[in-house]
């Protein structure tokens, strides 16, 4: 029984490439959740997903980053022309249902960009 | 302004001390979580709690909820070297839809 899977754990992008990453939710798992986290932070909210629909995204910035979670495979955070700023961990969280008794988070995505 | 706030933002103590780490806010809560998180990992959920002035007990943690549901605590019990990591407090408000995370205890257990 998998738990929440995302790849890659590192990645490396130089100033202006794209940043994709992955997250496969819990199997049972319809409701996705990215949040990220800079060093000796908390995690900030970024987006919410359900299957082929963005429920509320008021945490993600306006420009450069989009989110989806198609009917088949991962959901998919993407970071267009990354800047040093975009710098730092990604987690993502599921859930079975909206009642939210608690997330189970990945391992997350740790973006270094040089 | 942060929704969450958690005090104390840093903690060293020594093995076999008793902790108590707060979270609180002036907002209500629907429900409010206690995460752990080690370098490198992502946060793992250790309790929920939802009804005012609920406490919960896993093994040497006790979490209360605030009777308001404003607030919540996490007291440790004879602190080992394994407790060590950062502590997150989350909170659902009504109508939401994700969690929001408190700033974080960083919990360091000496040996």
């Known amino acids: 029984n998998a738990g929440v899977m995302q790849n890659p754990r590192h990645l490396v992008r130089r100033r202006g490439q794209e940043a994709r990453l992955r997250c496969s939710p819990m199997k049972g798992h319809s409701h996705v959740y990215w949040y990220r986290q800079l060093p000796e932070e908390g995690l900030k909210f970024m987006v919410y997903l359900q299957k082929e629909n963005i429920i509320d995204e008021s945490g993600m910035p306006k420009e450069r980053f989009s989110a989806e979670f198609p009917k088949e495979g991962p959901s998919i955070l993407r970071i267009q022309q990354v800047v040093r700023g975009d710098s730092a961990a990604y987690f993502c969280?599921?859930?079975?249902?909206?009642?939210?008794?608690?997330?189970?988070f990945g391992s997350g995505t740790r973006l270094t960009v040089v | 302004t942060q929704l969450l706030e958690q005090s104390p933002q840093f903690l060293s103590i020594q093995e076999g001390e008793n902790l108590t780490v707060y979270c609180n806010s002036s907002s209500v809560f629907s429900s409010l979580q206690w995460y752990r998180q080690e370098p490198g990992e992502g946060p793992v959920l250790l309790v929920t709690?939802?009804?005012?002035?609920e406490v919960k007990k896993l093994k040497r943690l006790t979490f209360q909820f605030g009777d308001a549901r404003k607030d919540s605590s996490l007291h440790i019990t004879a602190a080992q070297p394994g407790d060590t990591g950062l502590y997150l407090c989350a909170g659902l408000q009504t109508g939401a839809n994700n969690l929001f995370f408190g700033t974080g205890t960083r919990l360091t257990v000496i040996p």
């Open positions: 969280a599921s859930s079975p249902n909206t009642f939210n008794y608690g997330y189970t």
């Open positions: 709690v939802v009804t005012g002035g």
